[in-house]
Nanobody
Framework: QLSLAESGGGLVQAGDSLRLSCTASGRPFEKLVMAWFRQSPGKERELVATIARRGDSFTYYSDSVYGRFIISRDNDKGIAYLQMNTLKTDDTAVYYC?????????????????????WGQGTQVTVSS
């Protein structure tokens, strides 16, 4: 059974950087499409970034983080990362990693939350001004 565990959250100041990690276990990591979502108090959970099985440039970012965040993956270690740069107070949220096993293509990623069937517990990121 697939399980995901996020780490790396914390309290930082605006302008700082932070790297989140999502460690997967229980299924072959190279078969997983990975994504990061976030949820702020009073708001719906939203997609931050997603990466296809093959990684590289097969990624998608929300407009709010494009150019500041970088999603990546290490298929040998079974870890997905979210490098967050130039953090803003609006980035304050609980960040969740999510996974979907993809059997047919190494180049697809998914933007829809409903597609992902495995979720981590979340890690809090707080950005102070």
């Amino acid at each position: 059974q697939l399980s995901l565990a996020e780490s790396g959250g914390g309290l930082v100041q605006a302008g700082d950087s932070l790297r989140l990690s999502c460690t997967a276990s229980g299924r072959p990591f190279e078969k997983l499409v990975m994504a990061w979502f976030r949820q702020s108090p009073g708001k719906e959970r939203e997609l931050v970034a997603t990466i296809a099985r093959r990684g590289d440039s097969f990624t998608y970012y929300s407009d709010s983080v494009y150019g500041r965040f970088i999603i990546s993956r290490d298929n040998d270690k079974g870890i997905a990362y979210l490098q967050m740069n130039t953090l803003k107070t609006d980035d304050t949220a609980v960040y969740y990693c999510a996974a979907k096993e993809e059997f047919y293509s190494t180049a697809v990623y998914y933007k829809e939350e409903r597609i992902y069937d495995t979720w981590g517990q979340g890690t809090q990121v707080t950005v102070s001004s």
